[in-house]
């Protein structure tokens, strides 16, 4: 029998998960295939549990944290739930968080009952039952499998964690989707690394990674990876509700709300208008997360059920969306002028006609087969010679999204090993097929999950060609995760935003994607995008001009910089990309 999931024990998984999710953090990414195909299911992951873990008390007796000394298991759960809740990203996040209230509420309930030998199986329990609940139509072959199987060895006294391997290994053979990709659940692989990790922090031998992973793909660090069970799928077995329209955009926000009854009502008013509806949380506030075809209605039903707020809406392409075909497809994306239609500000993607292979520009071919090289899509000639520069080929992202363009640039390198970094979210499914398409060619290639273009740059900084891919794909997503991006761009017609109603000619600052400011004159407004983003704070701005940035702008950033921020240092590129006057980077 394991040690009895306390405290310790808590703080000890909460350090080998991180380093596990991190690990498993890109190769999650790659195999995102089910419900949608966005490619960010690792990263989703990685952020909310990070989100848990942040919020832990120091459990510094000698600095005088008692109240982390005396803490339960259960109360430190109950807070990395609610920090989870409150940072939740996608929908493996908002089942991640559910999963740790339940573990929480499980420990608690054995505390009152008096008996602790069999906490860790009642946590688990607890953890799995809160999930299924929190899904409107539960899905076998996803991560609420992986829980259930770990929840029924724990109970009969057995490896929950080699029951998550097992079950993970399984998802294919119920889930056609992931059989017709050849790959195992992303979110459930996600939380097979977390329960191996709780495993190992009670001091328990943790199951080996099958001989097998590389059928599905290189793991990452020792994340595991088994391989899908051969044979035909079972048919999805989603019973969501079939829409008029398919659903177009992502919607999550928080709710305020002190009735259960409202969250109830709530969550029979979005279920018509969408699918991969996931409602968690509790005591007055909730997490929100569902896929419409109308944004504004999905808002509309939380206005009705209590105070919304930190309302988040993204782009989803509707030729991928709960579609069996798209294997490794997906985007998360806001148009530039905000409105989230991701046809504004002026973007040339899916815009242009005919492919011209002189406009691959990848870097000098060495023998075939041999080395590794970085692929990177760019939206200006300036960062494309800067990229040249670093040693990466480059394609235009008007390019990028004709054809067969990525697999050319990807197969003019002449490597064995390619990382791509698509640098913008609406280019994650582009690069996810690219790279399906050259490993079957015998090309190892990963894409690292760039949201930005000086994401892009950050992780090529750290580029060694001569480390371990494996390591060097973890290194390189890293830089991009630790860089936050920002952008100032015009509006091109009147739009809602996040910040409120804007109008054509307005400038918009961007933080992370989300329109954060409205305003009138380009230097003030990215002025206050940069003084945002610093307030976290950061070591290093990194400032991409644009074709139309003013002139003037670069020196009024960087005496900002100078007179707010002493230790941070600034780089200045000059990037000529046509849609955004300034790209930002924080690292």
């Known amino acids: 029998m394991p040690p009895p999931l306390d405290t310790a024990a808590v703080r000890r998984w909460c350090a080998l ?8 953090c890109a190769h999650m990414d790659a195999i995102n295939v089910f419900p949608v195909a966005d490619g960010d299911t690792g990263t989703n992951l990685c952020l909310t549990f ?17 109240a982390a000394e005396e803490a339960t298991a259960a109360e430190v759960l109950r807070v990395m739930a609610r920090a989870a809740l409150l940072g939740a990203r996608g929908n493996s996040g908002t089942i991640l968080a559910e999963y740790l209230r339940g573990m929480a509420q499980g420990l608690a309930d054995g505390t009152e009952s008096g008996g602790d030998g069999q906490a860790l199986a009642r946590a688990l329990r607890c953890g799995a039952s809160a999930a299924y609940a929190a899904v409107a139509h539960p ?11 770990a929840a029924d060895a724990a109970e009969a006294g057995g490896d929950p964690a080699a029951a998550a391997h097992e079950a993970l290994a399984a998802t ?31 001091g328990q031998p943790v199951p080996e990674e099958p001989a097998t992973g590389a059928a599905v793909g290189a793991s990452v660090t020792g994340c595991p990876v088994p391989a899908p069970a051969p044979g035909a799928a079972a048919p999805p077995a989603d019973g969501s509700p079939q829409t008029p329209f398919p659903p177009q955009f992502e919607v999550m926000y928080l709710l305020e709300a002190e009735d259960p009854k409202a969250v109830g009502a709530l969550r029979a008013r979005l279920d018509p208008l969408g699918d991969s509806l996931v409602i968690g949380g509790g005591e007055g506030l909730w997490s929100v997360h569902v896929h419409v075809a109308d944004a504004g209605a999905a808002v509309e039903a939380g206005l009705a059920a209590g105070r919304p707020y930190r309302i988040r809406i993204t782009h989803l392409p509707a030729d991928d969306h709960g579609t069996e075909e798209g ?43 041999r080395g590794r090289a970085v692929v990177a899509v760019v939206p200006g000639e300036g960062l494309a010679a800067l990229c040249r520069q670093a040693g990466a080929g480059v394609l235009q992202v008007s390019e990028a999204t004709r054809g067969d363009a990525l697999v050319a640039a990807v197969r003019a390198t002449g490597a064995a090993e390619v990382a791509l970094l698509p640098n913008d ?28 273009a000086v994401q892009g740059l950050a992780a090529l900084a750290v580029h060694q060609p001569d480390r371990r891919f494996d390591e060097d794909v973890v290194t390189m997503t890293s830089a991009a995760g630790a860089t936050r ?5 015009v509006a091109e017609r009147q739009s809602w935003t996040t910040a409120g109603v804007c109008q054509a000619g307005d400038v918009l600052g961007l933080v992370e994607g989300d329109v954060a400011l409205i305003g ?68």
């Open 17 to 24: 998960g991180l380093e596990s999710l991190r690990a498993c």
């Open 50 to 66: 990070e989100a848990a873990v942040a919020a832990l008390p120091s459990g510094d007796a000698a600095a005088g944290d008692t």
């Open 139 to 149: 899905v076998e072959g996803t991560m609420l499998t992986v829980a259930a199987a």
């Open 172 to 202: 294919p053979g119920r889930l056609a989707a992931l059989a017709r990709a050849g790959v195992v659940d992303a979110g459930g692989l996600g939380l097979t690394a977390l329960l191996t990790a709780l495993w190992a922090a009670l």
């Open 327 to 369: 294997t490794e497809a997906g985007t998360e994306e806001r148009s530039r002028d905000g409105s989230g239609d991701g046809t504004g500000g002026g973007s040339a993607r899916g815009a242009q006609s005919g492919v011209r292979e002189e406009a691959v520009e990848p870097t000098a071919p060495g023998p075939a087969g």
């Open 425 to 452: 979210t609406e280019l994650h499914p582009v690069a996810a097929r690219a790279a399906d398409a050259v490993r079957a060619a015998g090309i190892r290639c990963a894409v690292i999950p760039t949201r930005a």
């Open 485 to 489: 991006y920002g952008e100032v761009t």
């Open 520 to 587: 009138n004159e380009t230097v003030r407004v990215a002025t206050d995008v940069l003084a945002r983003m610093l307030a976290a704070g950061g070591e290093l701005v990194t400032l991409v001009l644009g074709a139309d940035a003013p002139e003037g702008l670069a020196a009024a950033l960087e005496h900002h910089v100078r007179s707010c921020h002493l230790a941070v240092d600034t780089v200045v590129y000059e990037g000529r990309q046509q849609e955004a006057q300034l790209l930002i980077g924080v690292e």
